[in-house]
């Protein structure tokens, strides 16, 4: 069974920056896809960035050009880099694997208000 762990959340105030990363077990990590996902109160989880096993990467248009998911795949693990943050990216974040979901983890936090 496949555990995934997600860290680096906080507070951070608007305009700043913050990466989250998650740790994945198990030799499927470097041949399988990788998402990031959120959830705000009173929302649907909605997918936030995709990077398959090679490089191509997919975000939601409120992130684009903010947010850089990457993955290092000798350490199984998939980070998001996100700047210029914004109260609105307020959330929960999780990670994933989209093509087939396991059951959902704790998240980390991330809060962003000034």
């Known amino acids: 069974q496949v555990q995934l762990v997600e860290s680096g959340g906080g507070l951070v105030q608007p305009g700043g920056s913050l990466r989250l990363s998650c740790a994945a077990s198990g030799s499927i990590f470097s041949i399988n896809a990788m998402a990031w996902y959120r959830q705000a109160p009173g929302k649907q989880r909605e997918l936030v960035a995709f990077i398959t096993s090679g490089v191509n990467t997919v975000y939601a248009d409120s992130v684009k050009g903010r947010f850089a998911i990457s993955r290092d795949n000798a350490k199984n693990t998939v980070y998001l880099q996100m700047n210029s943050l914004k109260p609105e990216d307020t959330a929960v974040y999780y990670c994933?694997?989209?093509?087939?979901?396991?059951?959902w983890g704790q998240g980390t936090q991330v809060t962003v208000s000034s």
């Open positions: 994933n694997f989209p093509g087939r979901l396991l059951p």
